[in-house]
């Protein structure tokens, strides 16, 4: 092969990277997520058994519980109340969906995490259904 096809191909493969990994996302953490920032993760959700997976966008700091806190909800609130898998950890994320529905998440449930490079500008329903 010569030289100039070498880095022809050198630099497609560059290019192909660089867009899956700006696609697919980078690998994070949704315990240090800012508002704006989109992510995709699995939840793992004791009650329904397998882990599904999330598209959404922070909408809210992550908030922290501390005890105090966590121990008046498991007093006070009757979600969950039955489940001896379920037990409330130390972060909350607010996030919007695609669909605009807004909901919370313990961050540490969270598996496979990854922050979107590109999309985080172009949250929509059909680059939801890409990724």
């Known amino acids: 092969m010569s030289n100039e096809m070498m880095i022809s191909l050198l630099a497609i493969g560059v290019i192909l990277v660089f867009m899956f990994s700006t696609?697919?996302?980078?690998?994070?953490n949704l315990s240090?997520?800012?508002?704006?920032?989109v992510y995709s993760f699995d939840y793992e959700q004791p009650l329904h058994g397998?882990?599904?997976r999330f598209f959404a966008k922070v909408v809210e700091p992550v908030y922290t519980l501390d005890?105090?806190?966590?121990?008046?909800?498991?007093?006070?609130?009757?979600?969950r109340t039955n489940d001896p898998q379920f037990k409330r950890t130390r972060h909350l994320v607010t996030c919007e969906?695609?669909?605009?529905?807004?909901?919370?998440?313990y961050t540490e449930?969270?598996?496979?995490?990854?922050?979107?490079?590109?999309f985080g500008n172009v949250f929509h329903k059909s680059i939801a259904a890409i990724l």
């Not at 696609?23 to 994070?28: F, K, L, M, N, P």
């Not at 240090?32 to 920032?37: D, F, H, R, V, Y």
């Not at 005890?67 to 979600?79: E, K, P, Q, V």
């Not at 969906?97 to 998440?105: A, C, I, K, L, S």
């Open 23 to 28: 696609i697919r996302g980078v690998h994070a």
């Open 67 to 79: 005890d105090d806190t966590i121990r008046r909800l498991n007093t006070r609130s009757g979600y």
């Open 50 to 52: 397998e882990p599904k």
């Open 97 to 105: 969906m695609p669909n605009g529905e807004v909901r919370q998440f």
């Open 109 to 118: 449930r969270t598996k496979n995490v990854r922050r979107t490079v590109f």
């Open 32 to 37: 240090t997520a800012k508002p704006g920032e």
